[in-house]
């Protein structure tokens, strides 16, 4: 199974020519500033360890991984905040033996359950007695499973994908905020949630129908639609799917590659060339696109990781709150994609 099979967008083409579309927001978030966590002196280390695909081909596909590192670890909520990667240094497989702390919160980034989040990962961090029923999990639930590092004998709490955890649809709202620059969006608009399609994950197919499920269930977009690059509805025919004018579309996906950067918008009618760059908004068949790219460069994405790992017990302190407000300070400051240049 590919890397897209579990929702990662990898780029399988050059993509240093890509007029890059993104809020300049996005390239860097301010420093929360929050009270360091002051642990009590009999208390164990804890540290935050963020593990993803990383790419050989494309040098953006870890960015966001480590400016979501960096936001939560200038909160001081952990001793320690590490990444790890499958396909780029630190490897998974080593990842483990740069902690110190003996209490490790292991969260991987990535949009839903599958061959990554169940075997891959498990198995480079040699996480003893692994096996997926630990999660009892029916392709959206995964929390935690509390294990034994088997060569370094740290105690890991292994954390569901960010992808299923719910506070992920607040991440693909406050990206349409980002994207059409008004953090009040709704009304008015239909909003679009991009990924596969069960051909590549069944359970890829199951995060997208949540969370459009649960952006609708907000009352907030005049319409809500699921749409797939490999199965219908399709997001070739975006406009067929929407009366709105407006209509916001938000990939699921954790990284830009050639999926969101190119495919996604050629087949969408946003341009001929992704080369050429493209208006956003774009108008097609007299629907105006708001296309944002990929959730996961959101920098609310920082909270969706602290979420899980509080939820496994992690002491998350007062950094939850801290990142939801500095990354909507931030996102207010950047600026708004405009045509591609």
């Known amino acids: 199974m590919s890397a897209a099979e579990n929702g990662v967008a990898v780029a399988g083409r050059p ?38 695909h990383g ?30 990667f499958w396909k780029e240094e630190p490897s998974l497989r080593e990842v483990l033996r740069t902690v110190e702390s003996e209490e490790v919160y292991v969260v991987p ?12 990962i498990p198995r480079e961090l040699r996480l003893s007695g692994w096996d997926r029923s630990a999660w009892d999990s029916d392709g959206l639930s995964a929390d935690t499973a509390t294990l034994t590092a088997e ?26 905020e980002t994207v059409a620059g008004d953090p009040d969006v709704g009304s008015g608009f ?19 129908e949540y969370h459009a499920d649960r952006v609708r269930e907000m009352n907030r977009f005049d319409e809500v639609q699921a749409l797939y690059m490999d199965e219908e509805p399709e997001v070739d025919d975006v406009t067929d799917y929407f009366e709105s004018e407006d209509v916001v579309v938000v990939p699921l996906f954790i990284a ?16 001929d060339d992704y080369r050429t760059g493209y208006d956003v908004p774009a108008t097609v068949d007299g629907h105006r696109i708001w ?10 994405m920082a909270d969706v990781v602290l979420e899980r790992a509080a939820d496994a017990g ?8 801290a990142v939801r407000e500095e990354t909507r300070e931030t996102d207010a400051d950047g600026e708004t994609p405009a045509a591609g240049d």
């Not at 830009?256 to 341009?271: A, Y």
């Open 15 to 52: 993509t240093a020519e890509r007029k890059l579309l993104l809020p300049k927001s996005q390239d860097s978030f301010p420093e929360p500033e929050v009270p360091k966590r002051m642990p009590h002196p009999d208390s164990r280390m804890q540290a935050l360890v963020i593990v993803a």
């Open 55 to 84: 790419s050989h081909l494309n040098p953006d596909s870890s960015a966001p991984t480590h400016r979501h590192a960096d936001t939560i670890r200038a909160t001081g909520a952990f001793d320690e905040v590490k990444t790890g």
């Open 109 to 120: 980034m990535f949009i839903s359950e599958g061959y990554f989040t169940e075997q891959v």
């Open 151 to 176: 060569d370094t004998e740290q105690t890991v709490h292994y954390c569901g994908p960010v992808g299923t955890h719910g506070a992920m649809t607040d991440v693909l709202v406050r990206r349409a």
């Open 190 to 208: 239909g909003f679009a949630v991009v990924g596969h399609g069960t051909e590549r994950n069944e359970n890829s197919a199951k995060a997208i």
């Open 256 to 271: 830009d590659g050639f999926h969101t950067q190119e495919d996604i918008p050629e087949d969408m009618g946003l341009t």
């Open 291 to 300: 296309y944002a790219g990929a959730v996961g460069t959101e920098g609310l």
């Open 314 to 321: 992690a002491d998350t302190g007062a950094a939850i709150d």
